[in-house]
DNA sequence: TAGGTGTATATTGTCGACAATTTCCCGCCA
DNA sequence: TGGCGGGAAATTGTCGACAATATACACCTA
């Protein structure tokens, strides 16, 4: 359906680097979530001119990292409890699906290296104890991984394009990074297996459960946090 | 999370409007499906500069009508079996996911209106039997009620903003129209009773039938013309 | 003082022209 | 004759300036 996937394509134009960087300083929390965004600001900062700074501006509206007004102008997205919970409602049933449609179609190769993938990161997870950049990267890189195997180009570009971006911006600004560490890994081995074994049925169930308790997870950091 | 959604907002700027323009003539065949798009030429035809005209292909790779590579160009997509297997696919699960959470979140004011709508459409199509337009407005009618219903507004988003237009690309271009009409009458009927009974898991099984058997219809069309 | 109105300012949307890249075509060579 | 550069044409990406719209502020009125 296409060649190479958006999401790990280099960027070849200014538009493209510009939108990685404002991406970037959107999730780290650098540009406020909430704040509003001057196009003229933006392009001294980028030190470009507003004609590529809008075709960023239109992918970022895309992963819905901001919200544009014709006429008005564009801002941060602001972080709620509710967005977060419909974002995972979404996630839950989506990256389901992929775990389904992976046991279908992943190749034994692509599982193979998934697995390798696991023991690597287990591995250099246990020396970097805490550190929750490498578990967060780790993490996102089993789910890209399922999701490609799902080889629905359409789902792969809701989940890799449009929606991992927000999803980071939740963990990242809100501190999602809990003591679930090992735990993860180990439903990460469970999910593998189901698919090794196409056991599509099971790699589902297994994938929504896991996102589920990560949503639990942060649920629990929020309203204690709100108390 | 959003005061008006973007699919029912009418269009206010120039690059809106080119936008809904070429929206239509891709989807009703008039710009063919897999040719190459050139801006100046698209720029001319509609009578405005680049500049919209490149806000509106933006839009249109969006919605997955076209397909764009850096510094070469964009063209419409080509209509496949695979892609459209794709997209029911992910329909099926989305729409599902959509029922379920309209049970739970319609209100009653809603759930009637829907009711009415149906039976007004019902009526109307009695009068103008066969003629597939009017079935094609109710059935989307009815699925858009049903998506908004859902209050998850990256579900909506998905649904009326990404997928609708190219499952209308591909109903209008391979003449999907079939005998449904009556069936798809009661199917409709079954789904907003199990919406209104709150019962979600019920809502989710029937809309998944109900589009599943949609899809086979598809195939089945495909299949007896691939021969 | 509160509210509305009108102007001034700032921001977004659009335009036409230039720069960079790709594509196409022609000639050349094995 | 077939494949490989090289250059010309066309197309996309980027720029700076102008037009249209929205926001902010001061002023006037009740």
Redesign the pocket.
Known sequence: MHQAHPALRQP?????RVLQEIQRAIVEGDIAAGS??????LARRF?????????ALARLERCHLIE???????RVVTLSTAGLLALYQLRENLEGLACKLAAEHMTEAEITEVRQLLDQHLSSQRVREGESYYQEAGDLDFHYRVILGSKNSYLINILCDELYYLVRMYRVQLGMNGPRVSRAFDEHKAIINAIANRDGELADLLMRRHIAASRRNIELQLQQMGS
Do not use: H, M, Q
């Open positions: 070849v134009t200014a538009a493209d509003k965004i001057s196009e003229p600001e030190d470009l001119s507003r004609a590529p700074l809008r075709e544009r007004i014709p006429n008005a102008g564009a």
